[in-house]
């Protein structure tokens, strides 16, 4: 019976398989397109300090399982025959189709004081990822804006990219939200009150409407993601 390294190596050939080649898998796992270390694991690549076989630890088990949205524990379990082949056609799954989402600048915005702004230009986003976790309005609608101030960081803060539909234009539920007010673009929180009005807000700032209508609504934020760094 074989051990529970070499069963994640037999799950990362499966995958490597389904996928084409670890370069199409490290990119679909957000790594480096030509990073090594699947390829070592996969090849049993010893390591010059000891001169054992270059395995996968459960911290990289853990993270493809997520960045693939598998089950937890999904990699030390084998998975042979139909199995393979039930996953490999699943809609379920994460496909290796990536697509490049846009930048969308907002007008008059602050200048960032995040050097080097991780989103930048192009974001590069799994089919599955678009489909399952976003579920916009279409690929096309999505967009997303690099975050350069703090006016919102209770929810998005400066660095971070707030990933929109620009297919909502009007207030769907409680959330944020890209609108234009005097020809001005700004990301605020709209919100309903106990008195049926319209709350709009940032962290430091709150005014309430009765019609929302006076407010042009470009899109709706969907997703944060965080450029914390780490």
Known sequence: MPDVYE?????????????GSVAKLNEVLGRKRYDGTLHQIKNRTKTPSSSRERT???????NIEIKLHL????????????????LKSSDSYLKST????????????????VLNHIFEGEMKLSDFFIKSVLNPTSEENLRFIPITDNS????????????VDFGVNDFKKDGVYLIKIGGKEMIRFISINY????????????QTLS??????????????????RI
């Open 7 to 19: 069963t994640r190596r037999q799950n990362l050939l499966s995958l490597v398989n389904i996928y």
């Open 56 to 62: 996968m630890g459960a911290e990289i088990a853990r």
């Open 71 to 86: 089950p937890p524990g999904w990699m030390d379990v084998s998975h042979l025959g139909s199995e393979e082949t039930e």
């Open 98 to 113: 990536i697509n490049r989402i846009k930048s969308y600048g907002i007008s008059d915005n602050p200048p960032s004081s």
């Open 152 to 163: 919102l960081k209770s929810i998005v803060k400066e660095g971070d990219a707030l990933i």
């Open 195 to 206: 008195e049926g009005g319209y709350i709009i807000r940032t962290d430091d700032y709150s």
């Open 211 to 228: 019609d929302i209508s006076k407010i042009k609504i470009l899109a709706q934020g969907i997703y944060v993601c965080s450029g914390t």
